[in-house]
């Protein structure tokens, strides 16, 4: 259990916002984190993608250790990530920034498969899926 909590400790402080000279504010992965998880994060952004584009990646990562912070130990072992919602920005413009060339077919078919008239919805779903599927990979570090 020692092993899981510092790992748990780890995930939830892996990773922070900086503010930028224009006031926007961008994800960074903290240098004090430990090699292996720094090493799982850097594979989701770069070697599976899973935000579409390299900043994107960041926010995405950083919003699932934020989500991983909503639950203790005992309590993230048996959630069902998937009942989890709602992580994508409510606002159209924040949303429709999600769309990329890299996810732009994904997003497509949400639309379909949702039967969707509206981008907007069609992005946030995308963007909570990515969340989720770096949540479970953040999980299982954590148990493993």
Do not use: H, P
């Amino acid at each position: 259990m020692e092993n899981t909590k510092t790992k748990y400790n780890a995930v939830i402080n892996c990773m922070e916002l900086q503010k930028r000279d224009n006031n926007d504010y961008f994800a960074i992965i903290k240098d004090n984190t430990e090699k292996d998880l720094k090493d799982l994060i850097i594979n989701m952004i770069y070697d599976e993608n899973i935000g579409g584009t390299t900043s994107q990646s960041y926010d995405i990562l950083y919003d699932a250790t934020q989500n991983i912070e909503n639950f203790t130990i005992e309590e993230l072992k048996d959630t069902d990530i998937e009942d989890i919602q709602d992580m994508a920005s409510v606002y159209t413009y924040d949303r429709l920034a999600y769309i990329n060339n890299n996810n732009e077919y994904e997003i497509y078919d949400i639309l379909k498969e949702y039967n969707l008239d509206n981008i907007n919805t069609a992005c946030a779903i995308w963007y909570d899926t990515q969340v989720k599927n770096a949540m479970y990979k953040l999980r299982a570090y954590i148990y493993e």
